[in-house]
């Protein structure tokens, strides 16, 4: 079974900075798919970003990019000026065909005025 | 647009009752999921359905049985609730490997 592991269970960054969430994952698996979930106070899961693993081109949405390294079964998430509507948990998740998505522990993001 | 509808929001049980909680999308969706959300743990999956008619175990299904009653509906019950079942319990709905969307909550206490 695979496995998304997140190593840093909290985080802060000054507003308009840049920080960089960590993540990896265990698959023998070639094709696959990597998300980044984002979920605020309200509890509501809503989606970051979205990798396919085929494709070597990382993948970015506005202020928020990935550092896909396949080989080193890697998907970091860097947001880039930080803003206080950021403040979330952000989860890490591997998806190895369409039907079983894994999910890591969480990262805690706070960001500070 | 109501997306993915969970009943109910809040659910307190005693240990040892029974209770189902249910899941509806109106996406048209293929894939649906149950997961409980713990706290350093994370979401886990608990099972997932591929299709109308197909059910399959996540990482955590004991205790746990499910029914896809139709495209739409993913039901969760829990025979013989346990304090361990403390949890909020998420439904989600998807497309292939795209965008997974996620009901509010239900946060479930087994005392």
């Known amino acids: 079974a695979q496995t998304v592991t997140q190593s840093q269970p909290e985080m802060s960054v000054q507003e308009a900075e840049t920080v960089t969430l960590s993540c990896t994952y265990d698959?023998?698996?070639?094709?696959?798919?990597l998300f980044w979930y984002k979920q605020p106070p309200s509890r509501q899961m809503i989606l970051v970003i979205r990798?396919?693993?085929?494709?070597?081109q990382n993948a970015t949405e506005n202020r928020f990019s990935v550092n896909f390294q396949k080989a080193a079964k890697s998907f970091s998430l860097k947001i880039s000026d930080s803003q206080l509507g950021d403040t979330a948990m952000y989860f890490c998740?591997?998806?190895?065909?369409?039907?079983?998505?894994?999910f890591g522990a969480g990262t805690r993001l706070t960001v500070k005025p | 647009n109501a997306g993915v509808t969970q009943t109910p929001k809040f659910q307190v049980l005693k240990t040892g009752q029974s209770m189902t909680l249910q899941c509806a999308q109106d996406?048209?969706?293929?894939?649906m999921y149950w997961y409980r959300q713990d706290p350093g743990m994370g979401l886990r999956l608990i099972y997932y359905s591929a299709s109308e008619g197909t059910t399959d175990k996540g990482e955590v299904p004991n205790g746990y049985n499910v029914s896809r009653l139709n495209k739409r509906e993913f039901s969760l019950r829990l025979e013989s609730a346990a304090p361990s079942q403390t949890s909020v319990y998420f439904c989600?709905?998807?497309?292939?490997?795209?965008?997974?969307?996620f009901g509010q909550g239900t946060r479930l206490t087994v005392v």
């Open positions: 996406m048209n969706h293929n894939s």
């Open positions: 989600a709905s998807s497309e292939g490997a795209w965008e997974a969307f």
């Open positions: 990798q396919e693993a085929y494709k070597q």
């Open positions: 998740a591997f998806m190895k065909h369409v039907d079983d998505m894994r």
């Open positions: 698959t023998s698996e070639n094709n696959y798919y």
